[in-house]
């Protein structure tokens, strides 16, 4: 062995001394342990990665096949393959539950089930005496409870399963803000405990948010992370909103009829029913979905509630969320550098971490992003962060291509209409309608001009396209879009140089009332935000 090599294996020994576990320090002298690795490397087994932080060597250990063996806690158990299967395999059950909702139980077939109509009503009347909600027997609900304990029994026995998961951060969230706990049975409502279930219109997530809604509580969403889908964050959100609803109509049922359809549906349904305030009196004027809503989210609660009455049973679940963690991400990392380094799937890191959309985690001022993963995995992550850091830093600089630019959606865009475009291609690149880009821009037919600006309020984030790494010049065509001020320069003699761009442009483009210029600002010759 050479000295250069020799030398390059004693560091790594010694910078992987700390993060021995305690049972390995006990079990076996130091110069044991040190001839152990010796060997192993030798045989190629091991292979000692170094990287350079600050001028000091910090090393990492690379097991055959690219896995890293970071030196901190015991292997950690896995989630046990069924497990994570359930909580995957929800999105089928998130169709199934909508249709449940909209259509309501098909009353000409034939519903088997051992359920006799005075047991329905004297259950419902335990319910009602514990619960805020006002839980009476009619007809229409005994039908879906029938309904979901027939049809949907699987998905109910599903539900059970997932909710081991999900229900005890609910229930923290929901005690937070002085919610009645049942409303953790909305979310099987609403999604199907699915974190990823986008319905037809656009609402996302575990609670169904719109993006609007979603933005007035707080939710952050842009090209890497859409916190619609982070089950604590969007927990906080439906909480603070079923709050203010209830505050607005002091009653938990028309509450959850706000929730779905909106307050204002709500307030209609009042009126045309000639004034009545008790959620079965006005539920013929409710949307149809709304209509079914109350009573899936009912029979969702009977049925979590006598679930052993029914032959329905809880399956164990090998991981329920409180047993995993957090840590706040210090810099951008990638759902698969964590896996080679921490040892986990990407699959299991996409179940924890929802809320990112490209399997990126990204550094963003002024925004705390957090890794959540399992106990056994955290002491591994935060016991070599810097090592972990640096290898993610050389990792992604050596990249080929640069990762997507951050783009928050916005308030207001100003687009400029290219080759191709169409109102329908910009309507489903922001999210919006044809019909809200026509209102916004007065215009009276789909017919559009290269050149043309239109002003847009997007509904979802884009991607921006990465600009020329070539340093900026003064010519638009050549790439760049960016004037330097010189002496003598005023606003007209700057818009005389550049075909297409106008006095107003260069206003418009950089906020600027007056006249004057100062020599070296930059001002910008595009609309670079389309």
């Known amino acids: 062995m050479t000295q250069k090599l020799k030398l390059a294996v004693l560091a790594a020994i010694l910078f992987a001394a700390p993060f021995l576990s305690a049972q390995q320090q006990d079990s076996q002298p130091t110069s044991d342990k040190d001839s152990t690795l010796l060997q192993e490397e030798e ?43 359930e909580l995957h395999s929800n999105a089928e059950l998130f169709s199934d539950m909508l249709l449940e909702i909209q259509n309501g139980p098909e009353h000409d077939s034939i519903v088997v089930v051992d359920l006799p109509t005075d047991t329905v009503k004297a259950r419902l009347a335990r319910l009602d005496a514990k619960t805020p909600f006002k839980i009476t027997y009619n007809s229409s609900l005994e039908s879906v409870i029938k309904s979901f304990l027939t049809r949907r029994r699987d998905l109910m026995q599903r539900m059970m399963t997932a909710s081991q998961f999900y229900f005890p951060l609910f229930e923290q969230e929901l005690d937070n803000q002085n919610i009645p706990l049942e409303i953790k049975y909305l979310a099987i409502v609403e999604s199907a405990l699915n974190p990823k279930a986008r319905s037809r219109v656009g609402a996302k997530g575990l609670w169904q948010f719109m993006y609007s809604t979603g933005k007035m509580y707080g939710l952050d969403v842009s090209s890497y992370v859409d916190e619609r889908h982070d089950p604590i964050m969007a927990t906080k959100a439906a909480s603070k909103y079923l709050s203010r609803l209830y505050g607005i109509f002091g009653d938990w049922d028309l509450a959850l009829a706000a929730y779905n359809s909106g307050p204002g549906n709500v307030n209609k349904a009042i009126r045309r029913s000639g004034g009545y305030e008790n959620y079965w009196n006005i539920r013929p004027f409710l949307p149809r979905e709304t209509a079914g809503y109350l009573p899936a989210f009912l029979a969702t ?3 979590f509630e006598y679930a052993e009455e029914h032959g329905l049973q809880y399956k164990k679940a090998e991981r329920p969320y409180f047993e995993t963690d957090t840590v706040h991400v210090k810099n951008m990392i990638t759902f698969d550098q964590i896996s080679k380094l921490v040892d986990i799937s990407t699959e299991e890191l996409e179940m924890l971490n929802p809320a990112y959309k490209l399997n990126i985690i990204p550094k963003v001022e002024g925004k705390n992003y957090t890794l959540r993963l399992p106990t056994a995995k955290i002491g591994k992550f935060v016991s070599n962060e810097e090592e972990i850091y640096a290898f993610v830093k050389k990792e992604l600089d050596s990249l080929e291509k640069p ?28 999210g919006v309608g044809v019909s809200q880009i026509k209102r916004w821009n007065g215009l009276r037919s789909n017919n559009l001009r290269i050149g043309q600006r239109l002003t847009i309020y997007p509904r979802k984030p884009y991607i921006a396209k990465n600009t020329s790494s070539k340093p900026p010049g003064n010519e638009v065509a050549g790439g760049s879009k960016i004037h330097t001020v010189r002496s003598g320069d005023s606003l007209w003699t700057i818009s005389k140089k550049y075909p ?31």
């Open 43 to 85: 045989k190629g087994t091991i292979a000692v990665s170094t990287i350079e932080i600050d001028g000091q060597l910090m090393a990492l250990e690379t097991k055959e096949g690219g896995k890293f063996r970071l030196r901190d806690l015991e292997e950690a158990w896995r989630y046990d393959s069924l497990w994570l299967n």
């Open 403 to 430: 990762l997507p630019n951050m783009v928050t959606a916005q308030d207001r865009i100003r687009y400029r209409v290219k080759s191709g475009d169409y109102l329908g291609k910009i309507a489903e690149r922001y």
């Open 500 to 530: 297409g761009v106008s006095i107003e442009n260069l206003r418009e483009w950089n906020g600027i009332s007056g006249n004057n210029l100062k020599p070296g600002t930059k001002l910008k010759l595009c609309d670079c935000s389309s």
């Open 301 to 303: 609660m009977y049925i």
